[in-house]
Nanobody, 131 residues
Framework: QEQLVESGGGSVQAGGSLRLSCTTS????????MGWFRQAPGKEREGVAG??????????YYADSVKGRFTISQDNAKNTVYLQLNSLKPEDSATYYC??????????????????????WGQGTQVTVSS
């Protein structure tokens, strides 16, 4: 049973930065999808960034709301995916969740931001941005 463990959340002021980490107990297969989602109180969970990796390299996809501010990356040697959060805004405050599917096939890059793509989830890490 694969496990995902997030870390790196915290409280920052607007304009600040954080780096979230998600470590998996599983080694990667030939094609993997890893994603970051967030859920604010009273709102639905939304996908913010995803990364698809294969023997041919990696491809990322971002929600419009975070494009240019957040960066997703993966270190296969450490079985870890990162989400760098820059220029944070109060509206970025939420619980951030890591998600994974090992052996992943996509019909569209947009699928990287959809919950149904993933079958493993972390427990979440809180990000709070104050104005």
């Amino acid at each position: 049973q694969e496990q995902l463990v997030e870390s790196g959340g915290g409280s920052v002021q607007a304009g600040g930065s954080l780096r979230l980490s998600c470590t998996t107990s599983a080694y990667t297969r030939s094609t993997d999808c890893m994603g970051w989602f967030r859920q604010a109180p009273g709102k639905e969970r939304e996908g913010v960034a995803g990364i698809y990796t294969s023997n041919n390299g990696a491809r990322t996809y971002y929600a419009d709301s975070v494009k240019g501010r957040f960066t997703i990356s993966q270190d296969n040697a450490k079985n870890t995916v990162y989400l760098q959060l820059n220029s944070l805004k109060p509206e970025d405050s939420a619980t951030y969740y890591c998600a994974a599917r090992f052996g992943c096939f996509l019909l569209s890059w947009r699928n990287l931001l959809e919950e149904g793509t993933y079958n493993y989830w972390g427990q979440g890490t809180q990000v709070t941005v104050s104005s």
